[in-house]
């Protein structure tokens, strides 16, 4: 008899939806502005697998202080809780959905938490779980835990 190996799929494997394209597109801006001017004090993490508290999950960005690369020893799961979150909303989200997951990464001990609407261009950061400041395409995102500036025209914008 043959045996049949199931392989998980992208969302069972990583607890959440597949990516469309314009999470794709954010996604690359975020990772490409915030290295560029924060590489000396930041590592963004893309789709890094966590296990917090008993609780798994993958941020679609995580912020951790800066790390040294040991190539002789790898990570697949990280236990410490990221500095920062990014969460980009899919078109198969909900948003109660995100909401949830930002209340257990500051339970876990994540200082940031931002949530990108990609329809309303707009950024979410989170404070704590209940505190948010709103930051829109033409603005300047501050978030003052990380010390971290954004122009978000940088992020939203097209190219001309």
């Given amino acids: 008899m043959e ?3 199931l392989t998980p799929t992208y969302e069972e494997e ?6 469309s394209k314009n999470h794709a597109i954010l996604q690359k801006r975020l990772i490409v502005a915030l290295s ?3 590489n000396s004090t930041y590592e963004i993490l893309s789709e890094i ?3 917090l508290d008993d609780w798994q999950s993958t941020p679609d960005l995580a912020i951790y202080p800066k ?3 040991d190539f002789n020893s790898d990570e697949i799961r990280l236990t410490e809780a990221p500095l920062g979150v990014i969460e980009i909303l ?3 989200q909900t948003l109660q959905e995100l909401t949830d997951k930002i209340a257990k990464y500051f339970k876990a001990g994540t200082s940031s938490c931002w949530l990108l609407l990609p329809t309303l261009q707009s950024i ?6 209940k505190t948010h400041a709103v930051f829109q395409e033409h603005d300047l995102l501050e978030d003052k835990k990380l010390n971290i500036q954004l122009d978000l025209k940088e992020i939203f914008g097209n190219p001309s």
């Fill in 3 to 5: 045996t049949l190996v």
């Fill in 14 to 19: 990583r607890n959440k939806p597949m990516p």
């Fill in 36 to 38: 560029v001017r924060y």
């Fill in 49 to 51: 697998s966590l296990d």
């Fill in 67 to 69: 790390m040294q690369i």
């Fill in 90 to 92: 899919s078109p198969t």
């Fill in 124 to 129: 979410f950061v989170f404070s704590d779980a």
